[in-house]
């Protein structure tokens, strides 16, 4: 065997080796933390946060150190990192179809837009990220367009996921958005093809 190759071999090995910090970024309810419970339970950890259907549930940046995912002889070593929502508008009339008013949707309102603040922040933190996408959407928003315009100006890695797939939508609206991507379509609920988006984050992380 050339003596060249089999030291960059082992070079590589070892750069592989160091875990690297991925984020999971998009709008809220677009099922980022279901993923990330999805992954944590895939490979037997302990789930990182609470799924609500109530908008702004993660107002905190989260993360959890020694994540590993194998796919055959493959493996990925992270740090995964679950952010919260980022949306344009938010106000307290958003909260009151799930019972919160007054004082209690205010306060939500302040965390939500304080959590949008940390997101874009976050950005900084990360090797690469996971954009997840609403496959139910009308649209893709204008924050996530930024998210990603934000990650490919910083020379980050990024795989746009399409989740809730198991509903059976179209998402060609998601591929305008985004003509250069390859997306990922999957279903963080049921697991529906979330081994070919391992496969993926091995390959590009």
Do not use: C
Not at 169 to 191: H, R, W
């Amino acid at each position: 065997m050339n003596v060249l190759k089999l030291l960059s071999r082992i070079f590589f090995r070892k750069i592989r080796r160091k875990p690297v910090v991925i984020g999971v970024f998009g709008p809220p309810n677009s099922g980022k933390t279901t993923l990330i419970n999805r992954i944590l339970n895939d490979i037997g950890l302990e789930e990182l946060g609470k799924v609500s259907p109530v908008p702004h549930e993660t107002r905190k940046v989260k993360s959890r150190k020694g994540v590993k995912l194998k796919v055959g002889r493959l493996t990925l070593d992270f740090e995964v990192m679950d952010t919260p929502g980022v949306s344009e508008k938010i106000d307290p009339d958003m909260f009151s179809e799930y019972g919160m008013k007054g004082h209690g949707a205010s306060l939500r309102t302040v965390e939500a837009v304080n959590g949008v603040v940390e997101s874009i922040k976050a950005i900084e933190s990360v090797d690469g990220a996971l954009v997840v996408v609403d496959a139910l959407a009308d649209e893709v928003d204008d924050m996530t367009r930024m998210l990603v315009n934000n990650f490919e100006f910083a020379g980050k890695k990024v795989l746009i996921v399409v989740n809730k797939m198991d509903k059976s939508p179209d998402v060609s609206f998601v591929q305008e958005a985004f003509p250069d991507y390859n997306l990922i379509l999957i279903s963080a609920k049921t697991g529906w093809n979330v081994e070919e988006l391992y496969k993926e984050m091995i390959n590009m992380f």
